[in-house]
Structure formats: structure tokens, C-alpha cells
């Protein structure tokens, strides 16, 4: 789910599916069906397929707790990163 919620997020920052398939690194149907696969799991549309894209009521509903959790999983992520570098340099280290 984690890939999907990016997606969402991307697509909200970037404001469309191609622009965010871009900056995620990935295929235009990628995206699109993260976000449709999304729209599954919570129960109804997160936009409004048309130009402008827009937001839909869900959407900005789940938008600030998505990116909150978006961004607790990053901090986590980087705090497991440095605990496994230092556990990694210690391993060097001679057994008394």
C-alpha cells in the first residue's frame, strides 16, 4: 500500500498522473493503477479525472494524514538506516 499512498501523493503534488509517474520514476499506467487500486481500498474516488484534475472531498480528507504518514515512514526508514550503519561498524570491532 505503501507505493499506492506515494503515487496518490505524487499525483496531489505534481498536479496529474504524467508528471508524477516522472518524478516517481515509473510508467503513466503505473501510477494510474496504484491510484485506482487506492481508490479500491478506500472505498471511492481521491480525484476528478478531468483538466484540471481536482481533488475530490475524500481526497482532501485523507491528503494531510497520508502525507503525515508519508513522512513518519521516511523518518522511520532514515532511523533504521543509521541504527543498521552503526550496528554494521561495530561488527569490525575485535570480541573480548
Known sequence: MESRICYFLAVCRYGGFTAAARACGVRHSTVSRGVRQFERAVGGKLFERRRPLRLTALALRLRPMLEELHGLSVRID?????ETSVANAG??????
Open 91 to 96: 561488527d569490525g570491532e575485535a570480541a573480548d
Open 78 to 82: 532514515r532511523a533504521l538506516e543509521t
